[in-house]
C-alpha cells in the first residue's frame, strides 16, 4: 500500500511538471500552491486505499472465518457500501455452510449410532489397508478391545479364511460372501462374513466387511435337516414292517397261527406308526402356540399324578417296574391341567422304558416360597454326562436307549410343554444308579 501512495505522489508530481513545462509559471507561491494540491490529492486518495482496504480486509477475515468454521456471525456494511452486495452473498454462503455443515454432522452421528449398536459387526477398510471403522460388535466377535483407529487391518484381523477374503477384494476389486467359522472362549461360532467393494471415484475405493454370527440359524437347520432324517427313518421302519408283512399274507396265505402272529406285528408297528405321528402332531402344535394363554386352575397333584400313573400300569407291568407316588395328597398348585398331564405322562414312560427289571419310578413334588417342583426319579440304565444336554433334541436316543423301543420325541414334548409354562428343568443322573427329572415352577401365579 505504501508503494501504491508513493507511486501517486511521484505521478502528481510528474503532472504538475509536465503542466509547468507547458504553461510556465515563475512565481513561487504557484508552484507551492501545486504542491500543496498534490499533496492534498495523495492523502484524499491514502485515506480512501486505506478504507478499501480495511473493508477488503473484513472480508477477507470473514471468507477465511467461514472456511474454517471459526465465527458464525454476519457482517454487516450500509447499502450504499460498495461492499454490500458482495458482503451479503457471503453472508448468504456462510448461512448454507453453516445449514450444511449441521446436517452434514448430524447425519454423520446418526450413522456413527447406527453402525454402533447393529447386532453385526463392520469394518471399514480404505484403500491404503488402514481399518477406519471398527464398531462394537466386531469387536465382541472377535473378544478383545482394538487399538485406537486408524491402523493396519492386519492387527485384528488374523484368521487364515477372513485375510483371504479382503486381499482378495483388494486384488479382484469384487465383493464376496463365505461362512466362515470363528474359534472363540465360548466355542466356534458360524460367521457368515460379506465382503463389498466400493469404488468412491477413479483409484479411490473402500471395502466394508460385515460379520454376522448365524450359529443359531445353522444350528436350527441341522436341527431340521437331522429331524428330516430321524422322521423319516422312524416312518420308514414300520412301514416296511407293515407292507412286507401284509403282502405275505395276501400273496402266500398261511395257517391260522401264521397269520395271527403277522397280524400282531401289523397292528403294533401300526399302533407305533400312529404314536409317532401323535408325537409329531403335538410338537408342531406346540410350536405353532408358543404365545398361547395358559388355563390356570386350582389342582390336586396327587391326584392327578395317581391318574398317570394308573395310565401308564400297564407298561410298568410290561417292564416288572413298580409306581410310586409320594406327593402329599393335601398339596394344591395353580397350574395348567393339560400341560402338566403331558408333562407326568411322559417323563412317567420315559422313566419306565429306561428302567431296569425290578426297578423303581417315584413321582414326588416339593414346594417353596417362590416356586414348587415336580420330580420323577428312576432307578435306570441312567444318562451319560455328555449326553445329558442332548436329550430334549427332537428324535434324540442316547447310545444306552437305541436298543429300546420309542420315538425320541417325549422328552421334546416336556421341554416345549415346560418353556411355555415358564419353567425350568434340572437333570441329574449317574449310569447304571438311575436319573432324576426336576421340573420348577414358580408361584407367582397361585
Known sequence: MKKTIFFYFLINLIIFELLGFIFPVDDIRHITFMLLISLLSTLVFTAFVLRFNRKLNQVAKKVHQINVADDQTHLILPNNDPFHGLTHEINMLQSHIRHQTHQTQRQENELETLIKYLPIGVMVIDRFGDLQVANDGVQELFQRQFAPLPHPYQDDITQPELITLVNDAFHRQKSSQRLINLETAQG????????????????????????????DLVAMSKMQSDFVANASHELKTPITAISGFSETLLENPTDEATQQKFLTIIHEESQKLVSLINDILSLSHLRDNEVA??????????????????NQQASAQLNHVKLINEIPADLVVTSDRGRLMAIMYNLLGNAIKYN???????ISASTGPDDWQLIVKDTGIGIPTNQQNRIFERFYRGDNGKR??????????VAEQVAQMSGDINVTSELGV??????????ENQ
Open 356 to 362: 431296569k427289571a425290578e426297578g423303581t419310578v417315584t
Open 434 to 443: 438311575g436319573t432324576t427329572m426336576r421340573i420348577s415352577f414358580t408361584n
Open 188 to 215: 466356534r461360532k458360524s460367521i457368515r462374513v460379506q465382503v463389498v467393494y466400493s469404488e468412491i471415484r477413479p483409484k479411490h475405493f473402500q471395502i466394508t466387511v460385515l460379520l454376522s454370527d448365524v450359529s
Open 293 to 310: 394363554e395358559l388355563t390356570l386352575e386350582p389342582i390336586k397333584l396327587a391326584e392327578l399324578a395317581e391318574e398317570q400313573l394308573q
Open 404 to 413: 429300546i423301543a420309542g420315538t425320541g420325541l417325549g422328552l421334546a414334548i
